[in-house]
């Protein structure tokens, strides 16, 4: 809220002393409308002022700038404290004029010495007061509209500031530039806007459109700018006070104006031509608004200084200068270089050009009548009120327009609302169709409308346009979007289409949107065919959402057969794994009931392993009972006890062959000792199948930086077939295997947290199972219950 406030106060400062001073500028301009003048103009200094047309009696007897008034009619022009030397020049033609005289006598220092000159006194006539009075009083008014609508759209942005504050001290040159050389009475704002303009271009050509890297990072050069604009401008108001003559200050921001917009002008062409892209856009932009109007300016005021009559530019320059706060707010709006991210109100933009067309009504009925003869104040009266009426006139016949002959353009949002409903609520390609016809017929008045649905697949197939162009339609470029191009456009019999356009989307013809001739042969109107496009584009994005939504709906019902399928193959898998896992023991009990039928009798160690069987198939029947991963049961166990049971449950597959272990007496593993055997017992089972008969198989422990490694090798050819499908289930490569002892291992590892890898290393295949150092210990004071 204060944010708002400020900006409310600073905006009403502004308007306030716009109004002041265009006011005061405006009041001293109509008094010098026809007034009595002796051929020329004077600045307050006394010096002869280079505006002014050629045609004027001062030009035409060779006075030039800076040639300087000493005396008229025998007074002598003299300064003193806080009085002009033109002052008597002022005087002196005002009573010549109320006597009735119709010249005064005046004596010019000039650069071949002193010259006595007899100046006619004429009126002012209405093409100088349009182009130094009136028409400047104009543009000024102008610049502080461009102020305030930078100010209202970013009162905090350095670019709307600066580009504000060169436009108001700008209009505050204009106002008082005509006063300063004839009513006098706005002679310090003119000469504060005289030393601060130059600064504020400087300043704004280093900020467009964003800051030079000089300014953004050193913010502190732009104030310096600033700060010497005003000590100058200091300095010609106590020169003013002091009674000092002001001409060698002013010919110093002469050369600092010229200077400043020619400066303006190179930094935006060499800023755009170093720009890429987007920014280069927005230069050119910039670049086509400021810089030539500046460049006439700088021109002007060069040839001002160099005695030459100012309106040799003044056909272009004024011109120029109403331009520049209008193509440049254009610029500014279109880029949003001020970053207010403000949303352009069309009915105001309306607003604001209609007033600017009356105003450039009244001005122009106004010099017409004024360069008649007629008089200025009741030109205005007369085209005041006229330029309005035509203004009220022009909108009423604009609307009536449109609604008679456009009746697309009344009709276009809620049409496009009202389907943008209808499309949200369809998820299907006919419905889509449906929609778009009941649409087009509601608001456009036609025999038929018709929309052709191209089949997807029809339109994949040879790309965009071929398969699913109707029989003599050209093909669409796979690049085009829908409504974009008129497929066909002619007079057609009464059951063809007069239009038909058509709807794509990502290149890929959906479909063609085709209308019949309007009833009563009425035109078709490019407002119609803006919306038909309009249409067609929706119609595009809904057709695309509905194939999308049926696509979606048959890959949900794919993968729910495929969820089902999986949980075939998952139980398919896990009775599998049963038995696989209860292969071991029943090889086991296999071989304890054929020694017993030789009457031979048990070990303690081999009764032992026939009872932890049982106990694991108990607990494997048990686990079946939620038909899920069975819960890791850690617990300690020496890595020698570990490998010992694997190779009883093996025994009967090695034969007489051993299994060489290298495992240090003092290893434990924290591990689920039913799971982890089975991992072992896979492993070893697998390396005797590829060492064969004659080979070797072993198990190492080795302890790491990051734990330790139980490997199991065996000397056997390798590994053949792909190993990246190793592990994977129902892969293998034995002519009687399941494919499953390696997946089981590698879930069992993974289950634990560790990781196994094959490598071929000298001449065997190794497993590795890498253990982190959390799951090893060396001693048994390191179990944990």
Partial sequence: MPAIENRRWLLAVVVLAALVLGGSGMRSALSWYERPFPGVLVDPDGVVSSVGLP??????????????????????????????????????????????????????????????????????????????????????????????????????????????????????????????????????????????????FFTLALRLPDDVPLIARYPVFARIAHGLGGLLAAALLASHAMGWTTVALRSVC????????????????????????????????????????????????????LGAPASTLAWFAIPALALTPVSSVVAFIRYDLWGSRALLSRPLTRVIIACMMVALTVILCSACAGYAGLPLLGAIKVAAPASVVSAALVVFALGAGDRKLFPARAEYKPTVEQLSEELTLVADPDEVAFAVERTVARWLSCERVTFRRIAVDAADGAGAGSAGAAPGEPAPRADESSGERVIEVEPPDASASELSLTVMFRGRLLGVLEVGKKRGGALFTSEDLDLLRTIGNQAALAMAHAHSYAELERRRREQAAAWRDERAALIETLAAEITHEVRYPINFFRSVFKRGSKNQSLDAEEVDIGCEEVERLERLVMGLRRVTHRKLERRRLAVEELVSRAEMLLRDQLGKRRIEARVSAGS???????????????????????????????????????????????????????????????????????????????????AHGWLIEPERRDGTTRFVISIPAADVSMTAEDEVA
Wanted: proline share 4%; net charge positive; hydrophobic share 50%.
């Fill in 55 to 200: 045609s004027w009696e001062g030009f035409q007897k060779g006075l030039r700038y800076p040639d300087r008034v000493v005396e008229v009619d025998g007074w002598r022009l003299e300064s003193t404290a806080g009085r002009y030397r033109a002052g008597a020049w002022d005087a002196a033609v005002e009573r010549a004029a109320s006597e009735g005289r119709r010249s005064v006598h005046a004596r010019v220092e000039t650069a071949e010495g002193l010259r006595d000159v007899e100046l006619s006194l004429v009126p002012f006539d209405a093409l100088a007061w349009w182009f130094y009075a009136g028409g400047l009083v104009v543009v000024a008014s102008l610049y502080v509209g461009a102020a305030l609508i930078a100010l209202s759209a970013s009162p905090r942005g350095k670019l709307a500031r600066a580009f504000a504050s060169a436009a108001l001290f700008a209009a505050l040159f204009l106002f008082a530039l005509f006063d300063y050389h004839s009513s006098r009475h706005l002679v310090p704002f003119f000469h504060v806007a005289y030393a601060l303009v130059p600064m504020s």
């Fill in 254 to 305: 002469a050369i600092l104006f010229v200077a400043s917009f020619f400066f303006f002008a190179t930094t935006l062409i060499l800023r755009f031509a170093a720009a890429e892209g987007d920014r280069r856009r927005t230069l050119r932009a910039l670049l086509l608004a400021m810089a030539p109007p500046h460049v006439v300016i700088a021109l002007g005021f060069m040839l001002a200084m």
């Fill in 668 to 750: 434990r593993l924290r591990c689920d000792p039913d799971q982890a055997t089975q991992v072992l017992v896979n492993l070893l089972s697998n390396g005797l199948d590829a060492a064969g008969d004659k080979g070797t198989i072993g198990v190492v422990w080795e302890t790491t930086e990051s734990g330790a490694e139980l490997v199991v090798w065996d000397t056997g050819p390798g590994i053949s077939g792909d190993a990246s499908r190793l592990f994977a289930p129902w892969y293998t490569t034995k002519p009687r295997g399941t494919g499953l002892g390696l997946a089981i291992t590698h879930r069992i590892v993974r």
